[in-house]
T-cell receptor
Framework: GAVVSQHPSWVICKSGTSVKIECRSL??????MFWYRQFPKQSLMLMAT?????????EQGVEKDKFLINHASLTLSTLTVTSAHPEDSSFYIC????????????FGPGTRLTVL | QKEVEQNSGPLSVPEGAIASLNCTYS??????FFWYRQYSGKSPELIMS????GDKEDGRFTAQLNKASQYVSLLIRDSQPSDSATYLC????????????FGKGTKLTVNP
């Protein structure tokens, strides 16, 4: 149990376009979902925390108008990178918690974004 | 600033040996502690969670927690080359927040 999927696994887009990444908990209802970004050889950086039906809480320094998060249901959260630029190229990873009533976070496989 | 400290390594052990990974944390009120494994280019994978002082064993892995010393460790017995990865220690903050504070990770290499 506790499987989290992400789609797409990788995406290449042109500068100025928007990209949507989906995160799904496949076998449990996720009370909370988290979005992280990881640059090469660096640690995970939490971008935002979202609960179903509520506005996401963004970490300091993360532009909420650029990184739009929608937590539409207990099994689906989406991250939209708007007007992407090359510096947004990174590995985006979601996680979900709530399985078995615990605070354990289970991570999706990640989405590698390259902005040309 | 709440911190989680890990020895960045790299830690190199021969196949079949015990690998010992250590982590200290600064938030005395932390309640939940996790070890994740991350292979290069992949996302983190949960290895163990531990909530109470003492040891918790799962197969070849044993997590140890000492809240008084603010210390958590992971032992890997009979290390295999497939265990070669970066191991991340993560801790929740006091107050019931589900947010995790990650250490920078320890890179483990198991030599055949």
């Amino acid at each position: 149990g506790a499987v989290v999927s992400q789609h797409p696994s990788w995406v290449i887009c042109k500068s100025g376009t928007s990209v949507k990444i989906e995160c799904r908990s496949l076998d449990f209802q996720a009370t909370t979902m988290f979005w992280y970004r990881q640059f090469p050889k660096q640690s995970l950086m939490l971008m935002a925390t979202s609960n179903e039906g509520s506005k996401a809480t963004y970490e300091q320094g993360v532009e909420k108008d650029k990184f739009l998060i929608n937590h539409a249901s207990l099994t689906l959260s989406t991250l939209t990178v708007t007007s992407a630029h090359p510096e947004d190229s990174s590995f985006y990873i979601c996680s979900a918690s709530g399985q078995g009533g615990t605070d354990t976070q289970y991570f999706g496989p990640g989405t590698r974004l390259t902005v040309l | 600033q709440k911190e989680v400290e890990q020895n960045s390594g790299p830690l190199s052990v021969p196949e079949g040996a015990i690998a010992s990974l250590n982590c200290t944390y600064s938030d005395r009120g932390s309640q939940s502690f996790f070890w994740y494994r991350q292979y290069s280019g992949k996302s983190p994978e949960l290895i163990m969670s531990i909530y109470s002082n003492g040891d918790k064993e799962d197969g070849r892995f044993t997590a140890q927690l000492n809240k008084a010393s603010q210390y958590v460790s992971l032992l890997i017995r009979d290390s295999q080359p497939s265990d070669s990865a970066t191991y991340l220690c993560a801790v929740t903050l006091q107050g019931g927040s589900e947010k995790l504070v990650f250490g920078k990770g320890t890179k483990l290499t198991v030599n055949p």
